[in-house]
Protein backbone atom coordinates (compact mmCIF):
# COMPACT_ATOMS: atom_id res chain seq x y z
CA UNK A 1 0.00 0.00 0.00
CA UNK A 2 1.35 3.60 -0.95
CA UNK A 3 2.69 6.15 1.66
CA UNK A 4 -0.32 8.32 1.22
CA UNK A 5 -2.62 5.90 1.67
CA UNK A 6 -1.45 4.43 4.34
CA UNK A 7 -1.49 7.94 5.96
CA UNK A 8 -5.11 8.09 4.68
CA UNK A 9 -6.16 4.99 6.70
CA UNK A 10 -4.48 5.99 9.54
CA UNK A 11 -6.27 9.85 9.53
CA UNK A 12 -9.51 8.34 9.01
CA UNK A 13 -8.73 6.27 12.13
CA UNK A 14 -7.63 8.83 14.40
CA UNK A 15 -9.62 11.07 17.05
CA UNK A 16 -7.37 13.85 17.89
CA UNK A 17 -5.32 16.01 15.24
CA UNK A 18 -2.59 19.09 15.93
CA UNK A 19 0.69 20.22 16.10
CA UNK A 20 3.39 18.77 17.97
CA UNK A 21 5.53 21.76 18.46
CA UNK A 22 8.58 22.53 20.27
CA UNK A 23 11.10 25.76 19.54
CA UNK A 24 10.62 26.86 15.85
CA UNK A 25 9.45 23.56 14.66
CA UNK A 26 5.84 22.27 14.70
CA UNK A 27 5.18 19.40 12.87
CA UNK A 28 1.20 18.54 12.00
CA UNK A 29 0.27 14.98 13.52
CA UNK A 30 -2.79 12.67 13.78
CA UNK A 31 -3.49 10.33 17.11
CA UNK A 32 -4.68 6.99 17.25
CA UNK A 33 -4.86 4.35 19.80
CA UNK A 34 -1.86 1.38 19.99
CA UNK A 35 -4.27 -0.70 21.53
CA UNK A 36 -7.21 -2.53 20.15
CA UNK A 37 -10.35 -3.84 22.41
CA UNK A 38 -10.75 -7.62 21.82
CA UNK A 39 -14.08 -9.14 20.44
CA UNK A 40 -17.09 -9.60 22.72
CA UNK A 41 -17.49 -8.73 26.14
CA UNK A 42 -19.37 -9.80 28.81
CA UNK A 43 -23.56 -8.72 29.81
CA UNK A 44 -25.69 -9.04 32.97
CA UNK A 45 -29.34 -9.52 31.66
CA UNK A 46 -32.46 -10.57 32.94
CA UNK A 47 -34.12 -13.56 33.12
CA UNK A 48 -35.45 -13.27 30.06
CA UNK A 49 -32.54 -12.44 28.50
CA UNK A 50 -32.98 -8.55 28.35
CA UNK A 51 -29.67 -6.57 28.69
CA UNK A 52 -30.07 -4.76 32.09
CA UNK A 53 -28.90 -1.28 32.33
CA UNK A 54 -27.55 0.90 35.14
CA UNK A 55 -29.18 3.44 37.21
CA UNK A 56 -28.23 5.88 40.34
CA UNK A 57 -30.05 5.28 43.71
CA UNK A 58 -30.01 7.61 46.68
CA UNK A 59 -29.91 4.98 49.92
CA UNK A 60 -31.16 8.40 52.02
CA UNK A 61 -34.32 8.93 49.95
CA UNK A 62 -34.63 5.60 48.37
CA UNK A 63 -35.13 6.74 44.84
CA UNK A 64 -34.21 6.90 42.10
CA UNK A 65 -31.76 9.60 40.29
CA UNK A 66 -32.15 11.61 36.73
CA UNK A 67 -29.13 13.23 34.82
CA UNK A 68 -30.15 16.54 36.31
CA UNK A 69 -30.09 15.39 39.89
CA UNK A 70 -26.40 14.11 39.76
CA UNK A 71 -23.05 16.40 41.70
CA UNK A 72 -19.79 16.15 40.96
CA UNK A 73 -17.92 15.59 44.33
CA UNK A 74 -14.35 15.18 45.24
CA UNK A 75 -13.84 12.75 47.79
CA UNK A 76 -10.74 13.64 50.01
CA UNK A 77 -10.48 10.81 52.39
CA UNK A 78 -12.93 8.22 53.98
CA UNK A 79 -16.27 10.39 54.50
CA UNK A 80 -14.45 13.66 53.32
CA UNK A 81 -16.53 14.58 50.30
CA UNK A 82 -16.50 18.38 48.73
CA UNK A 83 -19.40 18.97 46.14
CA UNK A 84 -17.94 21.19 43.56
CA UNK A 85 -20.21 22.89 40.97
CA UNK A 86 -20.35 23.31 37.15
CA UNK A 87 -19.16 26.59 37.43
CA UNK A 88 -15.73 25.88 39.29
CA UNK A 89 -14.99 22.55 37.61
CA UNK A 90 -15.65 25.06 34.54
CA UNK A 91 -12.98 27.36 35.83
CA UNK A 92 -10.45 24.73 36.42
CA UNK A 93 -10.43 23.14 32.88
CA UNK A 94 -7.19 23.57 30.56
CA UNK A 95 -7.03 25.93 27.89
CA UNK A 96 -8.89 24.42 24.87
CA UNK A 97 -5.50 23.49 22.65
CA UNK A 98 -4.70 21.52 18.80
CA UNK A 99 -1.16 21.72 20.46
CA UNK A 100 1.82 18.88 21.91
CA UNK A 101 3.67 21.36 23.63
CA UNK A 102 7.16 18.88 23.61
CA UNK A 103 8.69 20.46 26.71
CA UNK A 104 12.15 18.80 26.74
CA UNK A 105 13.86 15.77 25.80
CA UNK A 106 15.62 13.22 28.07
CA UNK A 107 17.09 9.77 27.61
CA UNK A 108 14.46 7.02 26.71
CA UNK A 109 15.80 4.69 29.29
CA UNK A 110 15.52 7.47 32.69
CA UNK A 111 11.39 7.15 32.38
CA UNK A 112 10.35 4.27 34.50
CA UNK A 113 7.54 1.86 32.61
CA UNK A 114 5.92 2.07 35.93
CA UNK A 115 4.35 6.00 34.75
CA UNK A 116 2.74 4.41 31.73
CA UNK A 117 -0.45 4.53 31.35
CA UNK A 118 -2.09 4.20 27.95
CA UNK A 119 -0.25 4.02 24.38
CA UNK A 120 -1.43 6.22 21.67
CA UNK A 121 0.53 6.36 17.96
CA UNK A 122 1.14 9.71 16.48
CA UNK A 123 1.29 9.80 12.50
CA UNK A 124 2.42 12.51 10.13
CA UNK A 125 -0.40 15.10 9.25
CA UNK A 126 -0.81 16.41 6.00
CA UNK A 127 2.32 17.52 4.55
CA UNK A 128 3.99 16.96 7.13
CA UNK A 129 6.36 13.36 6.30
CA UNK A 130 9.59 14.95 5.79
CA UNK A 131 10.00 16.83 8.94
CA UNK A 132 8.39 14.08 11.32
CA UNK A 133 10.69 11.37 9.75
CA UNK A 134 13.82 13.63 10.45
CA UNK A 135 12.91 13.90 14.33
CA UNK A 136 12.04 10.36 14.47
CA UNK A 137 15.81 10.10 13.00
CA UNK A 138 17.16 12.62 15.53
CA UNK A 139 15.19 10.89 18.37
CA UNK A 140 16.84 7.16 17.42
CA UNK A 141 19.86 7.66 16.83
CA UNK A 142 20.47 9.88 20.19
CA UNK A 143 18.06 7.69 22.17
CA UNK A 144 16.56 10.33 23.07
CA UNK A 145 12.66 10.62 24.21
CA UNK A 146 10.19 13.61 24.54
CA UNK A 147 8.20 14.80 27.21
CA UNK A 148 5.53 17.12 26.13
CA UNK A 149 1.88 17.93 27.47
CA UNK A 150 -1.25 18.61 25.57
CA UNK A 151 -5.44 18.76 25.92
CA UNK A 152 -8.11 16.49 25.01
CA UNK A 153 -11.37 16.28 26.20
CA UNK A 154 -11.17 19.31 28.46
CA UNK A 155 -8.33 17.55 30.31
CA UNK A 156 -4.50 17.90 30.26
CA UNK A 157 -2.11 15.36 29.74
CA UNK A 158 1.71 14.54 30.55
CA UNK A 159 3.35 12.22 27.66
CA UNK A 160 6.26 10.72 26.69
CA UNK A 161 6.88 10.46 23.23
CA UNK A 162 9.39 7.92 21.62
CA UNK A 163 10.53 6.97 18.01
CA UNK A 164 10.91 3.56 16.63
CA UNK A 165 11.14 2.05 13.31
CA UNK A 166 10.30 5.62 11.76
CA UNK A 167 6.87 5.87 14.07
CA UNK A 168 6.45 7.94 16.87
CA UNK A 169 4.46 6.42 20.32
CA UNK A 170 3.03 8.57 22.78
CA UNK A 171 2.61 7.20 26.33
CA UNK A 172 0.42 8.75 28.78
CA UNK A 173 2.45 9.05 31.99
CA UNK A 174 0.52 8.52 35.18
CA UNK A 175 1.70 11.43 38.40
CA UNK A 176 4.55 10.94 41.06
CA UNK A 177 1.63 10.87 43.44
CA UNK A 178 -0.03 7.96 41.61
CA UNK A 179 2.61 5.39 41.81
CA UNK A 180 3.66 3.46 44.67
CA UNK A 181 7.69 3.27 45.88
CA UNK A 182 9.71 0.03 46.64
CA UNK A 183 9.24 1.39 50.21
CA UNK A 184 5.83 1.21 49.75
CA UNK A 185 5.46 -2.32 49.58
CA UNK A 186 7.12 -2.47 52.97
CA UNK A 187 10.30 -5.30 51.75
CA UNK A 188 11.68 -7.67 54.76
CA UNK A 189 15.20 -6.84 55.62
CA UNK A 190 18.00 -7.71 53.30
CA UNK A 191 20.11 -11.01 54.27
CA UNK A 192 22.86 -12.46 53.06
CA UNK A 193 21.91 -16.18 51.00
CA UNK A 194 23.20 -19.45 51.29
CA UNK A 195 25.93 -19.66 48.15
CA UNK A 196 23.99 -23.02 47.35
CA UNK A 197 20.73 -21.20 47.31
CA UNK A 198 22.06 -18.83 44.95
CA UNK A 199 23.23 -21.58 42.22
CA UNK A 200 20.07 -23.17 42.40
CA UNK A 201 18.49 -19.77 41.24
CA UNK A 202 20.68 -19.01 38.99
CA UNK A 203 20.50 -22.58 37.17
CA UNK A 204 17.02 -22.38 37.20
CA UNK A 205 16.81 -18.73 35.44
CA UNK A 206 19.45 -20.10 33.06
CA UNK A 207 17.09 -23.03 32.22
CA UNK A 208 14.17 -20.47 31.24
CA UNK A 209 16.35 -17.55 29.43
CA UNK A 210 15.24 -16.20 25.93
CA UNK A 211 16.81 -13.28 24.00
CA UNK A 212 13.53 -11.78 23.92
CA UNK A 213 9.96 -11.92 24.43
CA UNK A 214 7.56 -14.18 22.01
CA UNK A 215 4.71 -12.11 20.84
CA UNK A 216 2.66 -15.75 21.14
CA UNK A 217 3.44 -15.55 24.67
CA UNK A 218 1.01 -12.53 24.92
CA UNK A 219 -1.95 -14.76 24.19
CA UNK A 220 -5.21 -13.61 25.34
CA UNK A 221 -6.38 -15.55 28.06
CA UNK A 222 -10.29 -14.94 27.20
CA UNK A 223 -9.95 -16.86 23.56
CA UNK A 224 -11.69 -19.93 25.34
CA UNK A 225 -14.64 -17.42 26.39
CA UNK A 226 -15.12 -15.80 22.61
CA UNK A 227 -14.30 -19.12 20.84
CA UNK A 228 -17.36 -20.78 22.91
CA UNK A 229 -19.24 -17.61 22.60
CA UNK A 230 -18.85 -18.17 19.01
CA UNK A 231 -19.44 -21.95 18.30
CA UNK A 232 -22.79 -21.09 20.14
CA UNK A 233 -23.82 -18.31 17.91
CA UNK A 234 -23.20 -20.57 15.05
CA UNK A 235 -25.47 -23.20 16.48
CA UNK A 236 -27.83 -20.49 17.08
CA UNK A 237 -28.04 -22.10 20.69
CA UNK A 238 -29.39 -19.44 24.08
CA UNK A 239 -28.66 -16.39 21.15
CA UNK A 240 -30.17 -13.19 22.66
CA UNK A 241 -32.09 -11.37 20.47
CA UNK A 242 -31.91 -7.74 22.56
CA UNK A 243 -33.99 -4.90 21.85
CA UNK A 244 -34.75 -1.44 23.04
CA UNK A 245 -36.66 -2.04 26.65
CA UNK A 246 -39.77 0.71 26.99
CA UNK A 247 -40.25 2.32 30.72
CA UNK A 248 -43.39 2.67 31.84
CA UNK A 249 -43.80 6.05 30.42
CA UNK A 250 -43.08 4.46 26.75
CA UNK A 251 -40.05 6.34 26.60
CA UNK A 252 -36.26 4.09 25.84
CA UNK A 253 -34.81 3.18 29.23
CA UNK A 254 -31.40 5.06 29.16
CA UNK A 255 -27.94 3.53 30.74
CA UNK A 256 -27.35 6.80 33.15
CA UNK A 257 -24.19 5.30 33.91
CA UNK A 258 -23.02 5.53 30.22
CA UNK A 259 -24.74 8.98 29.40
CA UNK A 260 -22.52 10.05 32.48
CA UNK A 261 -19.34 8.53 31.33
CA UNK A 262 -20.04 9.97 27.42
CA UNK A 263 -20.52 13.23 28.84
CA UNK A 264 -17.80 13.66 30.97
CA UNK A 265 -15.52 12.12 28.40
CA UNK A 266 -16.95 14.89 25.78
CA UNK A 267 -16.95 18.00 28.33
CA UNK A 268 -15.78 17.24 31.69
CA UNK A 269 -18.38 18.75 33.04
CA UNK A 270 -22.50 17.61 33.59
CA UNK A 271 -25.47 19.65 32.58
CA UNK A 272 -25.97 22.67 34.62
CA UNK A 273 -29.14 21.50 37.46
CA UNK A 274 -31.69 23.59 39.33
CA UNK A 275 -30.89 25.69 42.23
CA UNK A 276 -33.40 23.68 44.24
CA UNK A 277 -31.70 20.41 42.77
CA UNK A 278 -28.34 21.65 43.14
CA UNK A 279 -28.76 22.27 46.80
CA UNK A 280 -30.30 18.52 47.62
CA UNK A 281 -27.82 17.11 46.01
CA UNK A 282 -24.36 19.10 47.88
CA UNK A 283 -26.65 17.59 51.19
CA UNK A 284 -26.76 14.33 49.87
CA UNK A 285 -23.14 14.95 48.81
CA UNK A 286 -22.01 16.52 52.65
CA UNK A 287 -23.75 13.20 54.25
Known amino acids: MPDNDIREEARARSFWSGTLSFGLVSIPVDLLPAHRSAEGSLR??????????????????????????LVHGYELGKGKVVALTDEELEGLAPRKSREIDLRRFVDRDSIDPL????????VPGSDSGKAYRLLCEVMERSRRAGVATFVMREKE?????????????????????????????????RVNPDPRTVDKVRRAVAR???????????????????KLAQQKYRAKRDVVRATARQSDSGGEVIDLMEVLRRSLAESGITKKSSKSGRARRTRAALG
Not at 51 to 60: D, E, G, I, M
Not at 115 to 122: A, H, M, T, W
Not at 210 to 225: F, I
Open 44 to 69: LLDADGTPLVRRYFCPVDEKQLDPDD
Open 115 to 122: YFERSYFL
Open 157 to 189: YLIAIFAESGLLRAETLRFANEVRSSADVGLPK
Open 208 to 226: LEQKKLSVRELSDPHEPLR
